[in-house]
């Protein structure tokens, strides 16, 4: 008899990332043996309290609370040495061991300090159309990557110094041509260089291989998505996207895992809609309503500190997203935030010049939502841990959503509070 093989389950944010992934992940980590990152870096921001501290991760998989899980940040994410490891730092400083514990694909790729400075320089020639990135290198990292010309992390192992040289020349260049030369990385090329030696602490290690492996052992994992499907590089609303594979496609790619060997991917969305940096949100309210939604739901950035954009809950986007993640369960999260409004609004479809859709169109600017009123239910809901004891009109919002979506909401969320996560 064979042993039953293990799943990949993936933890995705649908819309455009901040949809509280590390509570959710945190809270579903003990069902798992391995938590692992697939797609993006640093400019992640997973908020997590634990034991009454809180912590922001960035690129550490939020499974590394947990002593006995194996943490692994794949071959489809990009790592910054500096900022990585004054984030093992800080967790190391508030007691935990992470050496054996975290493990890093010599595939994934780095940010150098020069990445960092094209990034600002390539958003301050965009002008008025500006990505509004995080600053963290992203783009121009995994431009490099597609160009066959980044780092990555195993190539710390050999001849390091004459690589890096290498590429850092080859952005020095480009920032000339750019005209963008009013920089200076002496300090941060300083740290990163030490982040570099700290690295090596880790198993740099081919984490497809250990990943397979465990799933042949019976082994379940979690894939940890950071973003969402929005900010997707293919599906999102391009060019103002992130640029990684943030939907269930990009768990196989960045984890080297095959479509066969995923089990259920969980999409994770709020009761309304955020969006930080730039690009279009057909649902963004700009009145006081927006403004109020930001005050109780504290949308502020994680890793920036920006104020987030807020709107309604936006059901063209997310069909969208259920459809190209095979989305099998919904979660919602922070329900609580619209506990005083008298009415709610979801938006059922896109209008523009007298043309309506309800398939999520392919250039998102321009368009205008057309409401539909849902009647708010005006109770608090942060106390409340289970579901019987919802309020009709907050039953009936739900109800609705999966109507509409035609996918369970298998989790809700009623506040920040590890037990506020209630399972239906
Ligand atoms: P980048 O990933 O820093 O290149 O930023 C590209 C776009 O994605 C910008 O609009 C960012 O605000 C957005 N973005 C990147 N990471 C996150 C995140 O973790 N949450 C929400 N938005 C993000």
């Not at 250990?210 to 950071?226: D, H, P, T």
Request: overall charge negative; some cysteine.
């Amino acid at each position: 008899m064979t042993m039953k093989q293990g799943k990949v389950d993936a933890l995705l944010g649908i819309v455009f990332g901040d949809e509280g992934k590390g509570k959710v992940v945190d809270y579903f980590t003990p069902r798992y043996d391995v938590v692992a990152r697939f797609a993006g870096g640093p400019n992640a921001g997973h908020t997590i309290i634990f034991e009454g501290k809180k912590f922001v991760l960035r690129s550490i998989p939020s499974g590394i609370f947990d002593e006995g899980k194996v943490n692994i940040i794949g071959n489809g994410c990009v790592i910054a040495p500096d900022l990585f490891m004054a984030e093992a730092q800080e967790l190391e400083t508030a007691g935990y061991t992470l050496t054996n514990r975290l493990h890093i694909s010599r595939r994934a790729h780095l940010i150098l300090p020069t990445h960092r400075v094209l990034d600002r320089a390539y958003e301050a020639a965009k002008g008025k159309n500006k990505v509004g990135t995080t600053g963290k290198g992203i783009g121009p990292t995994y431009s490099d990557k597609a160009a066959r010309v980044g780092l990555r992390v195993g190539d710390i192992l050999e001849n390091f110094e004459e690589k890096y040289q290498t590429l850092k020349a080859r952005h020095e260049q480009i920032l000339r041509d750019l005209h963008f030369t009013d920089y200076d990385i002496a300090d941060e090329e300083k740290k990163w260089l030490e982040g570099i030696e700290y690295m090596k602490k880790f198993p740099l290690t081919d984490t497809e291989f250990e990943i397979n492996r465990a799933l042949e052992q019976g082994k379940n994992v979690l894939a940890e998505g950071a973003q969402g499907s929005l900010l997707d590089i293919d599906h999102g609303t391009y060019p103002y996207v992130s640029s990684s594979s943030t939907t269930a496609g990009g768990v196989c790619t960045g984890l080297g895992v095959a479509p066969n060997r995923i089990g259920r991917i969980f999409g994770i969305f709020k009761a309304y809609s955020t969006r930080v940096g730039g690009g279009p949100f057909v649902v963004e309210l700009f009145d006081e309503t927006g403004d109020t939604i930001r005050h109780i739901g504290n949308e502020y950035g994680a890793v920036t500190g920006r104020n987030r954009r807020c709107g309604w809950l936006d059901l063209v986007a997310l069909k969208y997203a259920i459809m190209i993640n095979g989305v099998t369960d919904l979660v919602m999260m922070k329900s609580d935030v619209l506990d005083d409004f008298e009415t709610i609004k979801v938006c059922t479809a896109y209008t523009k010049d007298g043309v309506t859709v309800t398939d999520m169109p392919y250039d998102t600017e321009g368009w205008q939502p057309v409401w539909e009123d849902v009647p708010g239910w005006h109770t608090p809901l942060s106390e409340l841990r289970n579901e019987k004891d919802f309020p009709k009109k907050f039953a009936d919002y739900i109800a609705y959503i999966e109507r509409a979506t035609g996918t369970p909401i298998s989790i809700v969320s009623v506040s920040p509070d590890r037990e506020a996560t209630i399972i239906r």
